[in-house]
Nanobody, 127 residues
Framework: VQLQASGGGLVQAGGSLRVSCAASGRTFSNYAMGWLRQAPGKEREFVAAISWSGRSTYYVDSVKGRFTISRDNAENTVYLQMNSLKPEDTAVYYC?????????????????????WGQGTQVTVSS
């Protein structure tokens, strides 16, 4: 699976942004999908995941109620809608794929278990 993230940009605090990840190659619906982020000088952090069917989602506590992950298996795309953005959300956002599993599993396993990664898209939130 090849993953291509897009949609990042500069937004003011309190604003919204939606990032997308388009997949190609193997059957997209065979994979749980997730978003992770890495801020300068910090370790990569799990943000959100969605099961292969889209029926379950899982979020890190810091984005619950503000971010929504969704997927369109017909379009081979996963989205991360980010609302009420904060300066601490500034990071490079990466999408990743993990074979058929639950969203929660994708949120708790080591990143080394992930099958595929996208190249990342920069999100900058100004104060």
């Amino acid at each position: 699976v090849q993953l291509q993230a897009s949609g990042g940009g500069l937004v003011q605090a309190g604003g919204s942004l939606r990032v997308s990840c388009a997949a190609s190659g193997r059957t997209f619906s065979n994979y749980a999908m997730g978003w992770l982020r890495q801020a300068p000088g910090k370790e990569r952090e799990f943000v959100a995941a969605i099961s292969w069917s889209g029926r379950s989602t899982y979020y890190v506590d810091s984005v619950k109620g503000r971010f929504t992950i969704s997927r369109d298996n017909a379009e081979n795309t996963v989205y991360l809608q980010m609302n009420s953005l904060k300066p601490e959300d500034t990071a490079v956002y990466y999408c990743a794929a993990l074979g058929i599993t639950t969203a929660r599993t994708m949120g708790v396993v080591s990143f080394n278990e992930y099958d595929y990664w996208g190249q990342g898209t920069q999100v900058t939130v100004s104060s």
